[in-house]
C-alpha cells in the first residue's frame, strides 16, 4: 500500500510555471506506474501524463510541450514540470498510482493550481 501526498499548487500568472511533487510513503514508488490527473471546476477528472515504472511517458494533448513529468525512485517522489501555464489549466491536480499488473489505484489528496492575472 502507498500513500501520496501533492505539493507544490498555488497561484501563477499567465505564462509562468509551477513543479508538482508527489510524495509517496508506505512503499517503494519503483513498483509502481505514476500518473498526474487534473479535474477542473464542473468537469470530470481528465489524465495529464503518465510515467512507467521503466521511465515511459506520455501527455495529453493539450499539455504536450509544455509539462514534463519525471520520477526519482531514491525520494519517492514524482514530479509535473508545468509551464506556459493558461487560465484553462486551472485545476485540483491529483497524483495516482499503480502497482504494475494490478486493478487498484492510489490518489492522493490533490492540489490547487490557479492561473490568474
Known amino acids: 500500500q502507498v500513500q501520496l501526498v501533492e505539493s507544490g499548487g498555488g497561484l501563477v500568472q499567465p505564462g509562468g510555471s509551477l513543479r508538482l511533487s508527489c510524495a509517496a510513503s508506505g512503499s517503494s514508488i519503483s513498483g509502481y506506474h505514476m500518473y498526474w490527473y487534473r479535474q477542473a471546476p464542473g468537469k470530470q477528472r481528465e489524465l495529464v501524463s503518465t510515467?512507467?515504472?521503466?521511465?515511459?511517458?506520455d501527455y495529453a494533448d493539450p499539455l504536450k510541450g509544455r509539462v514534463t513529468i519525471s520520477r526519482d525512485n531514491a525520494k519517492n517522489t514524482v514530479y509535473l514540470q508545468m509551464n506556459s501555464l493558461k487560465p484553462e489549466d486551472t485545476a485540483v491536480y491529483y497524483c495516482?498510482?499503480?502497482?504494475?499488473?494490478?486493478?487498484?489505484?492510489?490518489w492522493g489528496q490533490g492540489t490547487q493550481v490557479t492561473v490568474s492575472s
Open positions: 510515467i512507467t515504472t521503466d521511465g515511459s511517458t
Open positions: 495516482k498510482a499503480r502497482r504494475i499488473g494490478a486493478l487498484y489505484n492510489y
